[in-house]
């Protein structure tokens, strides 16, 4: 699936990244919790998440990932954004919460990849 595939799925505005949107993803994880992106996520390139901060991107960064998505209509700074550009991180914002995202993208044929175990 492409980014701008799940963008429009999404219903997503784009806040950084559009020459990422022809770039291809094949799962995805959504979560709160860094500490457990960074414990149990492998080979994911789409964060789902409502955490507002830098540690979010930084998080991604670490992961490899090439995109995150901010749920419930969340807005990030410039300072959140800044710090993507300078990792190549696409943004985007969606109004959806965060269970409802996941479910669409996985309905829509993107998955989670590998379990926790």
């Known amino acids: 699936m492409l980014i701008k595939e799940i963008q429009k799925i999404l219903d997503a505005q784009l806040l950084v990244g559009e020459s990422l949107l022809d770039t291809e993803v094949h799962t ?8 457990d992106v960074l414990a149990f996520v492998k080979d994911q390139a789409v964060l789902i998440t409502g955490l507002l901060n830098q540690q979010a991107i930084r998080t991604a960064a670490m992961m490899d990932m090439v995109c995150v998505i901010f749920v419930r209509g969340k807005q990030p700074s410039e300072e959140i954004l800044e710090v993507a550009k300078e990792n190549g991180i696409a943004v985007m914002t969606t109004s959806y919460r965060m269970f409802t995202a996941c479910g669409m993208l996985y309905e829509a044929g993107l998955n989670g990849g590998l379990s926790t175990k």
């Open 28 to 35: 995805a994880c959504g979560s709160d919790m860094m500490s």
